[in-house]
């Protein structure tokens, strides 16, 4: 083992004999750096890796002039004692068989510790952590202009020119970029047949592969399209290097890796020919970080950009919501939320009442670059047991300790007006609309961002919309209340579901959970319980009448589906009509709270853009009538939806998507609806 020195402080751990604890010794000395592999052990494999006779545990990472700033845990942020006490339970086997754990603060790398068969200098097997390193390599493609943004949105086969369309089963066009790198190709093909292609590997060289896969896949339409964690991400390697000079394999190395000084790795060839792509590289932990660093600088690198900010945005979002098809790699108690962007996975982690963002490239046996971007942290875990509560860990043990050393997101008064200006008057001081729908608050609520989901709780005291844009990352619930007739924002938290109100104002829906009113404040989210809470459903908004009747929608299904409350007891909840269940798409429910009326959104033939408003009033008899698109005055050429309204049933609030990435709340005098009451 080479061996380095200097003078330093660092912890090391000695095991006692004969007991499994570790003693925690803080010396001044002469000592050696983190250990290294030698030419010997780092020509072995992983599993033949001898295990470290003592872990190491550092609070004061060494300089070693490789593009990481580095400081010291408890002075530049973080509890120094809950995180050495945490390492020393990792020494002791006590949470798994990790490798390594790194953590960098506020862009300082203040902890790195390596364990078992973990070294400085050996790239660590990374499995589908492989699969972000694909997806920054696209974004390193549109910023040199390579491809674009709106690319994203266009067919793979269009790129792939080798390919021979008449051949491939019907629908393939259907698969963009941007499906392919959420897991929503739509390809299937069986293990049998990808076993059955393996015998002839000559067809699936270059192109061929795709080929291939596309000949022999089951017709791609809707439905295929939905999540499935498989081998999507070679049609991204393919796209690349089809419109990269050379090969995608130089491309990645002149243009990503040497860019952020990454020399030390494995990454292994496909059969195609190409770099793979779902998995098959290697990293050092440090070099992993360099990773988190460039996604947590938005794309920068010393100053450059690397990577456009605005893909990084989308490839660190919720793009979709996984439900529980497949479970987190470290889940577990306080891990919730699951979703998925551009091979980023997404979590909410929750602290005491609060929950913090995630978004983390996981690879199987427990590979983690973990961000999360409200305190200004990252952490990198390498292990190499697939048995493993890594989220769960470091929602439990890393993020307490930063807690205190960073300025969070209250729930409970904040008179800061850094963005909001105090209103004043009704309606957030803002002149009604007439019956033509208008902007609400534009410029201050509905700005240049994604601004929606609108919605006044009874009593018209308070007022909550979601936000994505800014310092808002990822889409966050802002609440205002009105105190002396002047509004001010109150409370804001990460949105775990669209928002609606009981009609006496006493619960807060959130999906399939709520919050109960206590005093001025709300209760923790509580589930509704296993009739909702369901892995074949998946519910984006509920609305209550005053009867107690749910109306919900289930985007998994496209459908909307009703539950009444007979005699105390909750229903069953059961598809709705085909009166409201038709169109591409049906979604929002509002439920009126007299049960007299119901608006949703749905993407309809005839409408005026990709998503309209409709509404449908109760019959005398109890049925729906049939739905009617709530006209010009309302929709618009472009996507009009989430319609409610206001608690004193003066206004219709909704979304309209002014452009990508720009939505904003607009509002319309509810007196439309008797308008379109039939007569």
Known sequence: MTINLRFKKLITLTLLSGMSSFVAQSVEEEISLAPEASATEASLSFRDIPELKKAFIDTTPADKKDGIAVGELGIDGGNKAMIVKLAQGIAGKKHGSYDS????????????????????????????????????????AIQLGYLTLADLDKPVISFLKDLDPSKLVEGVEKITLHQAMTMRSGIRLSNEQRDEFDKNPSQLKGQGQVQTYLEHSAPITTASQSFKYQFDPILVMQVLDAVVPGTAKDFIKKELLDKIGITNYRWGTDV???????????????????????????????GEQLVPEAFIAKATSRLLSTGGDIEIYGGGKDVSNQGYGYYWWSGDLKVGNKSYFSSSAQGGGGQYIILIEELDLLIVFTDHDNDNTTLQL??????????????????????????FPAFEGPYLGQTPPGMKAEPFAPSIISKNSWDGEGIFAPGMKEFYFTKKGGKYTRRTVIGFRQENNIWTKYLEYPRNGETAFSPDGKRWYMAEGYKDRIGDGWSERKS?????????????????????????????????????????????????SSVINTGEWTAHPFIAPDESYLIWDSEKEGGFGGNDIYISYRQKNGSWGPAI????????????????????????????????????IYWVDAQIIETLRPK
């Open 394 to 419: 470091t929602a439990e043990r890393i993020l307490p300790a930063f807690i205190g050393n960073t300025v969070t997101t209250i729930s409970g008064k904040n008179n800061s007006q850094d963005e």
């Open 528 to 576: 509704l319980g296993p009739m909702f809470d369901r892995k074949d459903w998946g519910i984006m908004r509920l609305t209550a009448s005053a009867k107690g009747t749910y109306v919900f929608d289930d985007y998994k299904n496209k459908v909307i589906r009703i539950s009444e409350l007979k005699n105390g007891e909750r229903q069953t909840p059961r598809k709705m």
């Open 629 to 664: 698109n709530m006209g010009d005055k309302v929709n618009s050429t472009r996507e009009d939806y989430y319609p409610s309204v206001t608690p004193d049933g003066k206004y219709i609030l909704f979304n309209r998507n002014i452009a990508e990435g720009n939505t904003d």
């Open 101 to 140: 754990l790194l953590i960098a603060h506020k862009g300082k790398l203040l902890f790195e510790s390596y364990y078992s068969r973990g070294r400085v200098n050996l790239p660590h097997f990374q499995a589908s952590t492989t699969k972000v390193y694909t997806s920054m390599a696209l974004g390193r």
């Open 272 to 302: 195609s020919g190409l770099l793979t792509a779902p998995y098959g590289s290697n990293m050092t932990s440090r070099d992993m970080l360099k990773w988190g660093t460039l996604t947590v600088n938005k794309g920068k690198w010393k």
